[in-house]
């Protein structure tokens, strides 16, 4: 559907590119038809008014030769919309091909560095792009613009987004913490007894987040120098502050790889939730084997051809639809019900048999409607074994080719998303300018709300997606891709934009998108560091601390002087 979509908006635009025109004004241009001069007079006249009656054309030049302009104020609102659909469909493409080269690889130096320099592509691109091209005196008037796509990031992040997980994953938390979040909730709705709980890992990933404002602090210090030398080093000092935290951040997960085993865990149960329940059963009701075996190869990353309890747990953690918890006694005794050889593994068969036995229960229902289990009768059984004579014959070609094609898949998609990202970075910052002076907003605005909803629009949606579990776990996982996502905006995006400041010796003033991402990001960075229980009433303070800091903003800059 999103091919069909980017496909539609590019015939759009070229056929809007086709119908551009101009008008000429200047008389000396015009050819006499020999007639007498007051006949020539009358007719120069009478087009003076008719062109004096349309409203004032101005020319446009199109980028690069075959993207289309405008002038008008429905006009160029019209391309910003074209051009958001395509940046959020050139971020799906990155993420969903990052996503699968990660679940490919597993936990190591591709997810600890390179998978998370990959998610932040939409934003660093934007930036290198309108900086990297045109003169000084360009990368000067998109410097602003590009701090503040990279402030309405982190703080859309941190309010909207937070916010929406909060008010869409909450439940009773009046209840002991091992039944919070649970989704069955008896009590009735209040501000203060609903909300959500997370594990301790979230608050260390809330910690850390906070660890990435100390370069914009350091920026803000130069606010108080009068020297051009003086701010100069304070820009460089940051650049390199910012620089060894990501460096530092990608070192420390490849020796503590907690979190990309967080980030393991929470694609996994995305994945295992969207795509593979459903196709745990045939038409007629019996196992798949088939999907089933297609799910164990997913689920064993470092492909020994067994399963650990780990990798069970993030399995569980997308098929616990029914009452059951993820508390660690719990995926013990899965893996007793799963590993029948009692050597703390889960080979392919123990898998099939034991994912069968569950979908066969939790698909049998009484007449009072609860859930019981029952074995699989001697029919479903044979079904079962000759389905796993077929499949076995074809599994070592069809693995093959299949691990192939996602490595073909997961480049296509990086490269597609890139390339547009890459393509529409100067025409998108550039039409938002235009429509800026055309609704007479600053600049800065546009490029802090805007932008940043395109490539954050994906995430919040899986992030709500994720929430509406209502499972602590399942929480605490999607506020962590949050707060990580938050870190690595600020270091990495941070860093490119620094560097480009001063190696090309840009005049940039600190702006007020630097103090408000330091207010907003310290003030949720310490609460939910030291909080592991947010009620539902948190939510609506996130939603109104994001129209709080534009209106900091415009304090700051229309009556302390900030740029």
């Given at each position: 559907?999103?091919?069909?979509?980017?496909?539609?908006i590019?015939?759009?635009?070229?056929?809007?590119?086709?119908?551009?025109?101009?008008?000429?004004?200047?008389?000396?241009?015009?050819?006499?038809?020999?007639?007498?001069?007051?006949?020539?007079?009358?007719?120069?006249?009478l087009?003076?008014?008719?062109?004096?009656?349309?409203?004032?054309?101005v020319?446009?030049?199109?980028?690069?030769?075959?993207?289309?302009?405008?002038?008008?104020?429905?006009?160029?609102?019209?391309?910003?919309?074209?051009?958001?659909?395509?940046?959020?469909?050139?971020?799906?493409?990155?993420?969903?091909?990052?996503?699968?080269?990660?679940t490919?690889?597993?936990?190591?130096?591709?997810?600890?560095?390179?998978?998370?320099?990959?998610?932040?592509?939409?934003?660093?691109?934007?930036?290198?792009?309108?900086?990297?091209?045109?003169?000084?005196?360009?990368?000067e008037?998109?410097?602003?613009?590009?701090?503040?796509?990279?402030?309405?990031?982190?703080?859309?992040?941190?309010?909207?987004?937070w916010?929406?997980?909060?008010?869409?994953?909450?439940?009773d938390?009046?209840?002991?913490?091992?039944?919070s979040?649970?989704?069955?909730n008896?009590?009735?709705?209040?501000?203060?007894?609903?909300?959500?709980?997370?594990?301790?890992?979230?608050?260390?990933?809330?910690?850390?987040?906070?660890?990435?404002?100390?370069?914009?602090?350091?920026?803000?210090?130069?606010?108080?120098?009068?020297?051009?030398?003086?701010?100069?080093?304070?820009?460089?000092?940051?650049?390199?502050?910012?620089?060894?935290?990501?460096?530092?951040?990608?070192?420390?997960?490849?020796?503590?790889?907690?979190?990309?085993?967080?980030?393991?865990?929470?694609?996994?149960s995305?994945?295992?939730?969207?795509?593979?329940?459903?196709?745990?059963?045939?038409?007629?009701?019996?196992?798949?084997?088939?999907?089933?075996?297609?799910?164990?190869?997913?689920?064993?990353?470092?492909?020994?051809?067994?399963?650990?309890?780990?990798?069970?747990?993030?399995?569980?953690?997308?098929?616990?639809?029914?009452?059951?918890?993820?508390?660690?006694?719990?995926?013990?005794?899965?893996?007793e019900?799963?590993?029948?050889?009692?050597?703390?593994?889960?080979?392919?068969?123990?898998?099939?048999?034991?994912?069968?036995?569950?979908?066969?229960?939790?698909?049998?229902?009484?007449?009072?409607?609860?859930?019981?289990?029952?074995f699989?009768?001697?029919?479903?059984?044979?079904?079962?074994?000759?389905?796993?004579?077929?499949?076995?014959?074809?599994?070592?070609?069809?693995?093959?080719?299949?691990?192939?094609?996602?490595?073909?898949?997961?480049?296509?998609?990086?490269i597609?998303?890139?390339?547009?990202?890459?393509?529409?970075?100067?025409?998108?910052?550039?039409?938002?300018?235009?429509?800026?002076?055309?609704?007479?907003?600053?600049?800065?605005?546009?490029?802090?709300?805007?932008?940043?909803?395109?490539?954050?629009?994906?995430?919040?949606?899986?992030?709500?997606?994720?929430?509406?579990?209502?499972?602590?776990?399942?929480?605490?996982?999607?506020?962590?891709?949050?707060?990580?996502?938050?870190?690595?905006?600020?270091?990495?995006g941070?860093?490119?934009?620094?560097?480009?400041?001063?190696?090309?010796?840009?005049?940039?003033?600190?702006?007020?998108?630097?103090?408000?991402?330091?207010?907003?990001?310290?003030?949720?960075?310490?609460?939910?560091?030291?909080?592991?229980?947010?009620?539902?009433?948190?939510?609506?303070?996130?939603?109104?601390?994001?129209?709080?800091?534009?209106?900091?903003?415009?304090?700051?800059?229309?009556?302390?002087?900030?740029?």
């Amino acid at each position: 559907m999103s091919r069909a979509a980017l496909f539609i908006i590019f015939l759009v635009l070229q056929l809007l590119h086709s119908g551009s025109s101009r008008s000429v004004r200047d008389s000396n241009l015009l050819v006499s038809d020999g007639l007498d001069d007051k006949l020539i007079s009358q007719s120069y006249s009478l087009l003076q008014v008719v062109d004096d009656l349309k409203a004032d054309t101005v020319t446009c030049e199109p980028i690069y030769g075959f993207l289309p302009c405008a002038t008008s104020f429905w006009g160029v609102l019209f391309m910003v919309i074209v051009y958001e659909i395509l940046l959020y469909l050139a971020n799906d493409y990155i993420s969903r091909g990052s996503n699968l080269f990660f679940t490919m690889y597993g936990t190591g130096f591709f997810g600890a560095s390179v998978f998370h320099i990959l998610g932040t592509i939409p934003q660093v691109g934007i930036v290198l792009v309108t900086g990297v091209t045109g003169t000084t005196e360009t990368a000067e008037e998109m410097a602003t613009m590009s701090i503040g796509l990279l402030a309405g990031s982190a703080i859309m992040l941190l309010t909207l987004v937070w916010g929406s997980v909060v008010a869409f994953g909450s439940s009773d938390i009046s209840e002991s913490p091992t039944t919070s979040n649970r989704g069955h909730n008896k009590k009735r709705f209040s501000f203060t007894g609903y909300g959500v709980t997370t594990d301790a890992e979230t608050s260390s990933t809330a910690r850390i987040m906070v660890v990435s404002l100390i370069p914009f602090l350091i920026l803000l210090v130069a606010k108080v120098l009068n020297s051009t030398t003086g701010i100069r080093i304070v820009i460089l000092v940051s650049l390199l502050v910012s620089f060894a935290f990501l460096v530092t951040y990608c070192v420390y997960q490849v020796f503590e790889p907690w979190i990309q085993n967080r980030r393991l865990e929470f694609l996994m149960s995305t994945y295992v939730q969207k795509t593979l329940l459903p196709s745990f059963l045939t038409a007629s009701g019996t196992p798949n084997v088939s999907n089933i075996q297609e799910v164990f190869t997913r689920i064993d990353q470092n492909h020994n051809t067994y399963i650990s309890a780990y990798e069970l747990r993030a399995l569980i953690l997308g098929i616990q639809i029914g009452e059951v918890g993820l508390e660690s006694d719990y995926v013990e005794k899965a893996m007793e019900d799963f590993d029948l050889s009692g050597d703390s593994q889960i080979s392919e068969q123990e898998f099939v048999n034991g994912i069968s036995k569950w979908v066969n229960a939790n698909s049998s229902v009484n007449g009072q409607g609860q859930k019981h289990r029952r074995f699989l009768s001697s029919k479903s059984k044979d079904a079962l074994e000759g389905q796993q004579k077929q499949v076995a014959k074809k599994k070592k070609s069809k693995l093959t080719d299949k691990s192939w094609t996602n490595h073909i898949k997961a480049a296509y998609l990086l490269i597609l998303g890139i390339g547009i990202t890459l393509l529409l970075a100067n025409p998108l910052m550039e039409t938002i300018q235009d429509f800026s002076t055309a609704a007479s907003i600053p600049t800065f605005f546009t490029s802090y709300v805007l932008v940043p909803f395109a490539i954050n629009y994906g995430q919040a949606l899986q992030a709500i997606t994720s929430a509406r579990v209502k499972y602590e776990n399942a929480i605490s996982l999607t506020l962590s891709e949050i707060y990580n996502g938050v870190f690595m905006n600020n270091v990495m995006g941070l860093t490119m934009f620094l560097g480009l400041v001063y190696i090309r010796d840009l005049s940039w003033d600190v702006c007020a998108a630097v103090l408000a991402v330091v207010i907003i990001c310290t003030v949720m960075g310490l609460y939910t560091s030291y909080s592991r229980k947010f009620p539902f009433w948190t939510s609506i303070i996130a939603y109104i601390m994001y129209p709080i800091s534009l209106l900091m903003i415009y304090v700051l800059t229309t009556f302390f002087g900030w740029t």
